[in-house]
């Protein structure tokens, strides 16, 4: 018999899941406890209530996550310019601790032994969940299904629902996109079927969030975005919340052909693999956060900020957003973002973004300093002569001992 009478099992009502549930309570003998999280997926998820409750699911959970999505996870990652392998935005990355996070939470409310999980033992997030919730919960039981049982196809999942009377759209999951798809208010990703050879190109019909560069209006679309302390508050002179905010940025910067990215990247379980992205809305806010520090950081805290941002994108990639080193880090970026203030202009079209305009009260840019005209002054170019000369006393010092690069 097993010593596990409770289970928090992270349950999106599809098929997966669905078989989850009933496999959990064949196999493990407990109760089951599900939560649905609202991270703005795209999909009503109060449906997954009454499949529950088919299930014999007593204590279900539904929660709207989407404003606490972007505002403790999505803009605290921007804050450092987050992007994996120089292309990968860690849409699915960022969203993993949150759900382990309510998992946790959960377990304690309920008074649950373990938590559960529909990744697969391939993927980079098992150990997403798994890694947030021990450090959320040392002692905490964690049952990954796709490790243990042999139910290793689409098929083989639908002939369990119909061998034990789960309650599954049979039509709608034969349907189902040939793709492995994951979707949140800051992007959607695409892997698996034809997408496995890394030399195909994917089908137009694929994407579902953007329209083609081609096919995106001749016009280009202008927008503003306000910061305060490094997070966007508002477009186009209209205060928003976080997560309408990022809705705003994703359909506009969809209907321009913004935010596409088809990347071969590696996992931290140790493989290469294929994944195809849209995030317009954080394609449009990276641009716009670099642009407004460009304007209000200090030249050595920016150049830091990029040396470390590899490795906090790393973290975040590999699960460690509740490690003592992620924190870390953005305490430090937290304490940079003080004055990164105003507002950017950017230009929309075609699948670009570039950035037309940028003004801040905090803005280090002296146009007296920098200008080409007469400066009154206030910039002594003789003075260059001497910093030229001391920079490059270590490299005189080498010629003469005859280490010339010549």
């Given amino acids: 018999m097993s010593d596990i009478n409770k289970v928090v099992l992270a349950y999106s009502g599809g098929l997966d899941t669905s078989v989850i549930v009933r496999w959990l309570q064949d196999n493990y003998g ?4 599900t939560f649905t999280a609202d991270i ?10 009454a499949k529950a409750q ?20 999505v803009f605290p990652m921007f804050r450092a310019n987050t992007i994996y392998e120089g292309e990968y935005l860690l849409g699915t990355s960022i969203a993993r601790p949150l759900i382990a996070k309510r998992l946790i939470e959960i377990a304690n409310e309920t008074g649950a032994d373990a938590i559960s999980h529909g990744a697969t033992g391939k993927g980079n997030d098992q150990v997403r969940f798994e890694l947030g919730a021990y450090a959320l919960k040392p002692g905490i039981k964690v049952i990954a299904p796709w490790r ?36 949140n208010l800051l992007h959607i990703s695409y892997e698996g079927d034809q997408l496995e050879n890394p030399w195909t190109e994917p089908e137009e019909d694929m994407w579902r969030w953007s329209v083609s560069p081609e096919a995106a209006p001749d016009k280009a679309t202008y927008i503003e975005l306000d910061f305060q302390c490094g997070d966007p508050v508002a477009v186009d002179g209209e205060a ?11 359909k506009v910067g969809g209907a321009n052909g913004v935010g596409r990215a088809d990347i071969v990247e590696n ?18 806010l990276l641009k716009a956060h670099r642009a407004i520090e460009s304007l209000t950081l200090d030249r050595e805290v920016t150049h830091l900020k990029d040396e470390l941002m590899p490795r906090y994108a790393k973290l975040i990639y590999n699960g460690y957003w509740w490690s003592p080193e992620r924190r870390m880090l953005q305490a430090a970026i937290n304490d940079s973002q003080g004055v990164v203030n105003g ?17 801040s009260d905090d803005s280090l ?7 080409f005209e007469a400066d009154a002054g206030a910039y002594n170019q003789a003075d260059a002569e001497g910093f030229i000369k001391l920079n490059a006393l270590r490299m005189r010092i080498a010629a003469k001992k005859g280490r010339s690069p010549l």
């Fill in 343 to 359: 507002k950017v202009r950017l230009k929309l079209y075609k699948g670009n973004v570039t950035v037309v305009g940028r003004q």
């Fill in 267 to 284: 996992r931290y379980v140790g493989m290469k693999a294929r994944g195809c992205y849209e995030t317009p809305g954080g394609t449009i």
């Fill in 40 to 49: 703005g997926q795209g999909e009503e998820v109060e449906p997954a209530r």
């Fill in 148 to 183: 243990e049982w042999d139910l290793n196809s689409r098929e083989s999942l639908m002939e369990y629902c119909k061998s034990r009377d789960i309650p599954v759209d049979f039509s709608s999951a034969k349907k189902k996109s040939p793709y492995s798809m994951d979707a």
């Fill in 365 to 371: 840019f002296d146009e007296h300093m920098a200008t």
């Fill in 54 to 73: 088919a299930m014999g699911v007593k204590e279900i959970f539904i929660d709207d996550l989407r404003e606490e999505f972007v505002r403790d996870f």
């Fill in 30 to 33: 407990c109760e089951v406890v």
């Fill in 240 to 250: 928003m919340s976080p997560a309408t905010l990022l809705e705003l940025l994703n």
